[in-house]
């Protein structure tokens, strides 16, 4: 079972930022938070992860909470091309098979005109 | 970063007839791949880790027998199922960890949609 949870759906204007939660209280010392997104039909697509500091790349920024219980993806300017369902999960990060991802039920984000 | 690719990209077969699904990573090597299936307007559920040059390790309620994996190669996986019927008609989708430098990252292919008459 996954060990996150998210709210089933958000809406967002087009380039205004989009914050998308996800809860984790029961993550481990030793687990990531990872973000995935999915665009309907498609695989899904890595954009983001930590341990514990806040991250930031060029698709999204990543903040995590102090205690570690929970995270907040943004993208800071959202585009149309941005609407996809959103995956927050937690996973060790200590190769071969503990590379596997167990997706919850993840957040569909519908950007608006 | 790193492409992952499925072949082919849909197949429509007959009930009892056998699919095969190819994932290959392009541009680096996965001694690991995945396999997820995702049923419609459901989340992915992971099917299977696929290990170079050994057996594949399949999840809770997966029948080995029906869905066959081989890893044959460092850049190759093959999904088989077995006498397909309609209820395995799915979106299957492999994933693979990036390369060095990107082993944080999961690389997934584009996806198989498989349709079962």
């Known amino acids: 079972d996954a060990k996150t949870t998210q709210p089933p759906s958000m809406d967002c204007a087009e380039g205004r930022a989009a914050n998308l939660p996800c809860n984790h209280s029961?993550?481990?010392?030793?687990?990531?938070v990872y973000w995935y997104r999915q665009i309907h039909s498609q695989g899904p697509q890595y954009i983001i992860h930590?341990?514990?500091n806040n991250e930031t790349n060029e698709m999204a920024s990543l903040i995590i909470t102090e205690d570690r219980k929970s995270s907040t993806l943004i993208l800071p300017h959202a585009t149309l091309r941005d609407t996809a369902v959103y995956y927050c999960?937690?996973?060790?990060?200590?190769?071969?098979?503990?590379?596997?991802?167990?997706f919850g039920k993840g957040t569909l984000l519908t950007v608006n005109p | 970063g790193a492409v992952v690719s499925q072949h082919p990209s849909w197949v429509i077969c007959k009930s009892g007839t056998s699919v095969k699904i190819e994932c290959r990573s392009l541009d680096f090597q996965a001694t690991t791949m995945f396999w997820y299936r995702q049923f419609p307007k459901q989340s992915l559920m992971l099917m299977a880790t696929?290990?170079?040059?050994?057996?594949?390790?399949?999840e809770q309620g997966v029948e080995k027998d029906k869905f066959l994996i081989n890893h044959a190669s460092l850049t190759l996986s093959t999904l088989t199922v077995t006498s397909a019927h309609p209820e395995d008609s799915s979106f299957y989708i492999c994933s693979a960890p990036g390369g060095p430098g990107e082993i944080n990252e999961q690389f997934f292919g584009p996806g198989t949609r498989l349709t079962v008459l």
């Open positions: 930590g341990l514990k």
């Open positions: 999960i937690v996973s060790p990060n200590s190769g071969g098979s503990n590379y596997k991802l167990t």
């Open positions: 029961t993550i481990s010392g030793n687990e990531y």
């Open positions: 696929s290990n170079e040059g050994s057996k594949a390790t399949y």
